[in-house]
């Protein structure tokens, strides 16, 4: 059997055809109708109405990408400041203690959320026997100065302000 070269050309032409037809089916099914009336619509129009509905998604799907930058941007500061905002007050507790001859200061240095520490502290020194003469404290932003002045018995001179020194300084170091 011997094929024509004009009806393959026609085969192929009449393939094409209906590919470009059925392409087309399917973008009109994907297409929201705006139009109202009973007219039939040219293709002409339908790939005009499919082209501008494409434009719209494109500015539509740029608005809410600006959108999206827009408000991470605002979640991203937020977090970052609610990170600071966590973070005030968060420094681990140091502890000094200077002895001077049967005088004990300790200096204790906390953050916001350590408040439980001055007590502990001075029931610490009261354990060790210490008695406390003075103590007070003060705030500067985000850090609590605590000074305590105690006496410490004759006995408890020497090992006992190291002892209560180790003792302070391990209280702490656990606290953090």
């Not at 089916?25 to 994907?30: A, D, Q, R």
């Not at 203690?97 to 005088?103: D, N, R, T």
């Not at 200096?107 to 007590?119: D, I, P, Q, R």
């Amino acid at each position: 059997m011997e094929h024509n070269p004009r009806t393959d050309r026609k085969t192929i032409e009449k393939n094409r055809r209906n590919h470009m037809k059925d392409l087309c089916s399917k973008l009109h099914s994907l297409v929201p109708h705006h139009h109202t009336s009973r007219e039939a619509m040219s293709l002409a129009d339908h790939l005009g109405e499919a082209s501008n509905y494409i434009k719209n998604l494109e500015k539509h799907l740029e608005k809410m990408r600006q959108k999206r930058d827009r408000l991470t941007g605002i979640a991203k500061q937020n977090i970052a400041s609610m990170s600071c905002a966590a973070n005030v007050g968060l420094r681990p507790p140091q502890v000094e203690v200077h002895e001077m001859g049967s005088a004990l200061e300790v200096v204790l240095v906390t953050g916001l959320n350590y408040k439980f520490m001055f007590k502990e502290t001075i029931r610490l020194l009261h354990e060790e026997g210490a008695e406390i003469v003075n103590a007070g404290f003060s705030v500067v932003d985000d850090t609590v100065f605590h000074t305590i002045h105690s006496k410490v018995g004759e006995s408890g001179l020497g090992s006992g302000a190291a002892r209560i020194s180790e003792r302070l300084k391990k209280f702490a170091h656990d606290a953090s």
